[in-house]
């Protein structure tokens, strides 16, 4: 299979992934638009080739979030039901999906640090929710901080979908955080939450797209 060279995009993508806290009697279902900023020294050629929204689809158990890059559509698919993710590309119709199962996941958070995560008073609406302030707190290669300001929510999602994500252990889904970069800032936020019935086959891998080992998948992206 002709290796596709997506690391940059992959890497953003996977960091993308949602967070999620304590269940409550009524958890949001449907759509959540995300739109995506950039504040800071940027090259407008690089700006002009950058995704400025993504889409998440949510239930209870399961989220699919999409993004659309220069002919490239990325997904990922989370289940809390078994802790797996898929992630399914389509780069100009070659398509193919791989699944990280609970192994692989356990895996990955085992070769982390354990972030330090302090929580705020602090509170905000962001789409219509009631969002608290928290710092996530992760160490790089060199052992050095990286501070990300979250605000997030409990009205989403359920607990087991934090595992093995970008805000593994936070106790809620993150509508709004910021990432650092060399050229300054991304933030993400969420601005348009859209309530609907959310169908299981939704989260189903399409017939077309050809399964790859999450070894050989790791391997193509410089994993």
């Known amino acids: 299979m002709r290796k596709i060279t997506l690391f940059v995009v992959i890497s953003l993508f996977l960091g993308l992934s949602v967070t999620f806290a ?3 009697a009524k958890q949001f279902a449907g759509t959540l638009t995300f739109s995506i900023t950039f504040d800071g020294t940027w090259d407008a050629a690089t700006l002009s080739m950058q995704p400025k929204e993504f889409t998440v689809v949510v239930n209870e158990t399961q989220t699919k979030t999409e993004y659309l890059l220069q002919g490239v559509s990325l997904v990922t698919v989370t289940n809390s039901m078994d802790s797996s ?10 398509k193919m999906y791989s699944k ?35 710092e996530y707190i992760t160490l ?17 999602g359920t607990p087991a979908m934090n595992f093995a994500q970008q805000f593994d252990g936070l ?7 910021t990432v650092d970069a060399d050229e300054g800032k991304i933030i993400y936020t969420v601005t348009e939450a859209k309530k609907a019935k959310v169908k299981d086959t939704v989260f189903m891998i399409p017939s077309d797209y050809e399964e790859v080992s999450w070894n050989e998948f790791k391997a193509m992206i410089g994993g």
């Not at 993710?85 to 070659?94: C, E, F, K």
């Not at 106790?171 to 955080?177: D, F, P, Q, R, T």
């Open 140 to 156: 790089d290669e060199y052992d050095d901080e990286s501070i990300t300001t979250v605000w997030y929510t409990t009205q989403i």
């Open 171 to 177: 106790n809620g889904y993150a509508l709004e955080y």
């Open 85 to 94: 993710t898929v992630i399914l590309i389509n780069a100009m119709g070659q």
């Open 100 to 134: 990280m199962e609970k192994a692989a996941a356990l895996e990955s958070v085992a070769e982390k640090a354990q972030p330090t995560i302090n929580y705020f008073d602090d509170t905000k609406t962001i789409a219509g929710f009631e969002c608290k302030k928290a």
């Open 22 to 24: 304590q269940k409550k």
